[in-house]
């Protein structure tokens, strides 16, 4: 028998799962985001993506609270705010869709990082 001299460790398997979650859903969201806020996506179909995410976020079972990097942190930021807004503070302040904007341009690589708060996984 053949043994591997490299096994990637649990955290680093986990890691790679985690990156691939983020990659798969970062862009989609932040693309609807965007169209929610310009009206050409109803805010509860927006609202329908966050908690869908969530639910297969939920099924992976990942214990570690912490982001990976800023990419990440992002990404559950602008979850996060869409899941705690609603319609009419979404829709009609303009403060808060210039400050999602600006996380959902970032997750579409269009603008820098955003500055960011502290934020743990859900």
């Not at 996506?41 to 969530?54: G, I, Q, R, T, W």
């Not at 990404?75 to 400050?99: A, R, S, T």
Request: hydrophobic content about 40%; proline content about 7%.
């Amino acid at each position: 028998m053949i043994t591997p001299i490299y096994q990637p460790s649990v955290s680093h398997r986990q890691n790679k799962r985690i990156k691939q979650f983020i990659f798969d859903q970062a862009p989609s969201f932040a693309v609807s985001t965007i169209a929610t806020i310009e009206g050409d996506v109803p805010f509860y179909h927006l609202k329908n993506d966050a908690h869908e995410c969530l639910a297969q976020w939920w099924d992976m079972n990942i214990a570690d609270k912490d982001p990976i990097d800023d990419y990440e942190a992002a990404f559950w930021l602008l979850l996060q705010y869409v899941v705690q807004l609603e319609d009419y503070q979404l829709l009609g302040n303009i403060y808060i869709q210039q400050k999602i904007t600006n996380h959902a341009y970032y997750l579409l690589n269009l603008a820098p990082c955003p500055e960011l708060t502290q934020i743990q996984r859900p």
